[in-house]
């Protein structure tokens, strides 16, 4: 099975603070995403990465930044946390099948 | 960018059918509608993916009509663990054009006894 995982089930942090989020995925995909989930607002895309090194932003990108050093890993980065950053954060990959898995998701907070 | 557009709730009956519609009017060529399940505190998960016509797989049935301006979710037979969010999603499958996937803002399915 497919395991993408991320670095932390809850986060709490300080407005101002930088905040990194990682997620792994275990299966060789080329295709990560990152978005983030309100409630009455669905799932909307952060930011995108179809190969390492390489990016692509979402509907929602400012106040984020992402890093793909490797395949299997895809951070997202808020430099300067505010409150309204406060939300569940999913991270998922993507092969060749078209079918996004999903990690368990970080519900961060930010004080 | 094709914009999704669901039900914000259901409810229905252990043993129902639940049909759940989506509307994604300006829907592009190369787009595919995918449908995700979305359990409390995890992630998504899919579901069933398709063009046109019906697809259908060992959960659920994908209808889609000629125009493409809509889909509908078909689940035969609900059970209480049925009970989750659902999510439309509309968008292009190629790799370099994630800016152009749109999830609806789903639909909370309520199965009860």
């Known amino acids: 099975d497919v395991k993408v995982t991320q670095s932390s089930r809850y986060l709490v942090k300080r407005t101002g603070e930088k905040v990194f989020l990682e997620c792994v995925q275990d299966m060789d995909h080329e295709n990560m995403f990152w978005y983030r989930q309100d409630p009455g607002l669905g799932l909307r895309l952060i930011y995108f990465s179809y190969d390492v090194k390489m990016k692509e932003k979402g509907d929602i990108p400012e106040g984020y930044s992402v890093s793909r050093e490797k395949k299997e890993r895809f951070s997202l980065i808020l430099e300067s946390a505010s409150t309204n950053q406060t939300s569940m954060y999913l991270c998922?990959?993507?092969?060749?099948?078209?079918?996004?898995?999903f990690g368990p998701g970080t519900r961060l907070t930010v004080l | 960018l094709a914009k999704t557009t669901q039900p914000i709730s259901m409810d229905s009956y252990e043993g129902q059918e639940v049909n759940i519609t989506c509307s994604h009017n300006n829907i592009a060529t190369n787009d595919y509608i995918t449908w995700y399940q979305q359990f409390p505190s995890q992630g998504p998960r899919f579901i069933i993916q398709g063009y046109k016509t019906k697809v259908t797989n060992e959960v659920a049935s994908l209808f889609i009509p000629a125009d493409r301006k809509s889909s509908t979710l078909s689940l035969p037979r609900v059970s209480l663990s049925d009970t989750a969010v659902y999510y439309c999603?509309?968008?292009?499958?190629?790799?370099?054009?994630?800016?152009?996937?749109?999830f609806g803002t789903g639909t909370r399915l309520q199965v009860t006894l």
């Open positions: 998922a990959s993507r092969g060749t099948s078209n079918e996004q898995f």
């Open positions: 999603l509309v968008g292009d499958r190629n790799a370099g054009t994630a800016s152009k996937l749109t």
